[in-house]
């Protein structure tokens, strides 16, 4: 193998896990942030709360970033999806893992291509992954964005 054919190799690589990483999030927008709809159910017993991590009031603001505390007794292996809507329309879905293994992030930033800026209608849900593949939905929480 010359020296160009190993850089071409890296660089495809390199694409390839590009495109795989920005597949990711779609994959979880498409079965609707990955916690609702398709027969879900209410289980278990937990709670969680917003952190604000770049906040100067006291309030979840479009473009800041949050994450949550959570607590459950339900699982080893909670998630929590945000969703956020403008008028009726979803702007924003991200769904992320909170126990230690979980390898991206869990900081949500408020804002996405469809959220370019204004106040948005949020909530959280609590939920983790059932042994029959569902999801089995712990709680939920409103987070107002304001703008």
């Known amino acids: ?54 906040s100067s009031d006291s309030v979840a603001n479009w473009g800041e970033s949050v994450t949550f ?10 998630f929590v999806a945000l969703q956020c809507s403008q008028g009726g329309v979803q702007v924003y879905s991200m769904s992320a893992g909170f126990f230690p293994d979980y390898p991206f992030t869990t900081t949500y930033v408020l804002k996405s291509s469809s959220w370019t800026g204004g106040a948005a209608s949020c909530t959280a849900t609590l939920y983790y992954v059932n042994s029959k593949g569902g999801d089995t939905i712990i709680g939920t929480m409103s987070v107002p964005v304001s703008a």
């Open 1 to 54: 193998m010359t020296a160009r054919t190993g850089k071409v190799r890296f660089v495809l690589l390199a694409a390839l896990g590009i495109v795989v990483l920005a597949l990711v999030p779609a994959a979880f927008a498409a079965r609707g942030g990955g916690h609702s709809g398709g027969g879900g159910t209410t289980s278990g017993s937990g709670s969680m709360t917003l952190v604000l991590l770049n």
């Open 69 to 78: 505390t959570v607590s459950t007794t339900a699982t080893s292996r909670p």
